[in-house]
């Protein structure tokens, strides 16, 4: 019996159309590139946003002036519908509005209204299968773009409630099956119901339960689930970096299934993608300067414990750039890595974000509260043993709301409970004072208080640096080579005491 209805999906694809992560030159299963969807005339293929940013591909077409090819590889493999992504917005309503005129797919974003109308958008529609199937469909992005976002890049855009927004379009829908797309994440176990997240940034589960869905394809976590369900809502997200894609069959019993699709390591590329890809590849190979040595990443709760030469690299960078006292910097939750003779696809593949960066006005007491929030990192758990907090693992991996800081002297001392870690808080060779004022740098992402960090809130902005810290970083190489990595961090992480000993990591 066929099926009624068959949906691919994919959503968080962030530039990744080859077959590779461009951290090296080999292939893997992933890209945009390497998928293939069946279509018939009761198949819709839909993405969940941030597409446009967040691979090497995408910077270096940014970085040379390179038309991007992301609109072209949708419209070459059918693509039916999108909705935007947090991300989307990173580069400003011109460039996005480029990129959604480009595509053949109609975009609904039901929470984003563009008073100037530059954006092609639709709130939600009905798409009328071949089998007379009507299928209601409505676009919606987490509101906390319009935290997350400069200023800028929300000229003459209106982000509300996605909750409110797909509540009225739906109302408007006749329509035999109500389906979400929403660039958005789960905010519950759907196991146990146990709540990961007390914010409103991700509410699925919430959609689940106060609007009349059938179906929720949701993304910006990158899990990857399939058969999902919450409050009678089949519910799906798939893996970041087009590591794989959603099937979805409605069949002819009304009953939705769903199975996460691998994707090959190799795709059949046109003439065009061929040169491109050639192109990309030795760009990213071009030296740009060196490092006193090589600086590889570790497993992260090492690196959490013991420091790593990457994050020093960085701050070094945001030290230079901004003339701070002090700069603080996160790790991606995947990094490549630099050898001593560093390229560009190093840096690219290390510093993955399109983040700039601001320097705040701090006290020493909201100084102690960020530390203390980055101690929160390390679980205790029984006998002593030390492993990485679940706020860092659930609902989604999030390595990189743990900052490093260079230009204060701290100690985490676990032996003490949460809020009361920080033993040691030094500038200068000398204790900071509560009612003390610095200079602190960060990127724009870490300063509107997102990852907890909500002490950040209200700071005085001292300067902003417009230019994104990846920029940065190869400025800074080329201005210094070679460039010299400290050999020791300025903290250190006092271990649970065992047989009556402290472990001492330095």
């Not at 146990?194 to 689940?208: G, H, K, M, P, V």
């Not at 800081?405 to 409970?417: E, Q, V």
Request: net charge negative; glycine share 8%.
């Amino acid at each position: 019996m066929a099926d009624k209805l068959t949906i691919y999906f994919t959503s968080d694809t962030h530039g990744y159309l080859y077959p590779t992560h461009f951290r090296d030159q080999e292939p893997h299963p992933m890209g945009l590139l390497a998928m293939r969807f069946p279509k018939d005339e009761n198949t819709l293929i839909i993405d969940g946003g941030d597409t446009i940013q967040g691979s090497p591909l995408t910077y270096f077409c940014r970085a040379t002036g390179k038309p991007s090819p992301v609109a072209k590889a949708l419209n070459d493999r059918g693509y039916d519908y999108v909705t935007l992504g947090n991300h989307d917005f990173n580069f400003g309503p011109d460039v996005l509005a480029d990129y959604l005129r480009e595509l053949n797919a109609q975009c609904l974003c039901a929470n984003v209204q563009d008073a100037k109308g530059r954006l092609p958008l639709l709130p939600a529609t009905v798409h009328t299968l071949g089998n007379g199937l009507r299928v209601g469909l409505v676009g919606i992005v987490t509101d906390w773009v319009n935290r997350w976002e400069k200023p800028e890049n929300l000229t003459d855009l209106t982000l509300e409630s996605p909750l409110e927004a797909a509540r009225r379009a739906i109302a408007s829908l006749e329509a035999d099956v109500i389906v979400g797309i929403y660039h958005g994440g789960i905010e519950r176990d759907l196991s146990t119901g146990r709540l990961l997240s007390t914010t409103d940034e991700n509410i699925a589960c919430r959609l689940c339960e106060e609007l009349p869905l059938d179906l929720l394809l949701t993304g910006h976590q990158h899990i990857a689930l399939a058969e999902g369900c919450w409050n009678g809502v089949h519910l799906v997200q798939t893996p970041a970096n087009g590591e794989a894609y959603i099937r979805v069959t409605l069949d002819e019993e009304g009953r939705f299934s769903s199975c996460l699709c691998p994707v090959p390591d190799h795709a059949e590329l046109t003439p065009a993608e061929k040169t491109l890809f050639a192109e990309v590849n030795r760009w990213l190979d071009a030296p740009v300067g060196h490092l006193s040595r090589p600086v590889w990443p570790e497993d992260h709760l090492k690196m959490a414990l013991r420091g790593t030469p990457i994050a020093s690299f960085f701050n070094q960078v945001q030290l230079a750039a901004s003339g701070a006292q002090i700069s603080c910097a996160a790790l991606a939750n995947s990094v490549r890595g630099f050898d001593a003779s560093v390229t560009v696809r190093d840096v690219v593949a290390s510093y993955v974000y399109s983040n700039t960066l601001v320097v705040l006005e701090v006290t020493g007491e909201i100084l102690r509260q960020a530390l203390e929030q980055c101690a929160t990192y390390f679980d205790v758990r029984a006998g002593g043993e030390v492993a990485i907090g679940s706020g860092f693992l659930e609902p989604k991996e999030a390595h990189y709301n743990y900052d490093f800081f260079m230009g204060i002297a701290y100690t985490f001392d676990l032996n003490r409970p949460l809020g009361k870690r920080v033993t040691r808080l030094e500038f200068q060779g000398r204790p900071v004072q509560p009612e003390e004022r610095f200079s602190l740098c960060m990127c724009d992402y870490r300063a509107t208080g997102s990852g907890d960090f909500d002490m950040y809130e209200g700071c005085p902005r001292l300067r902003e640096i417009q230019t994104e810290i990846s920029e940065l970083i190869l400025d800074y190489l080329r201005a210094h080579d070679p460039v010299v990595i400290p050999e020791h961090n300025a903290y250190q992480v006092l271990l649970p005491r065992q047989d009556d000993s402290n472990g001492r990591i330095e």
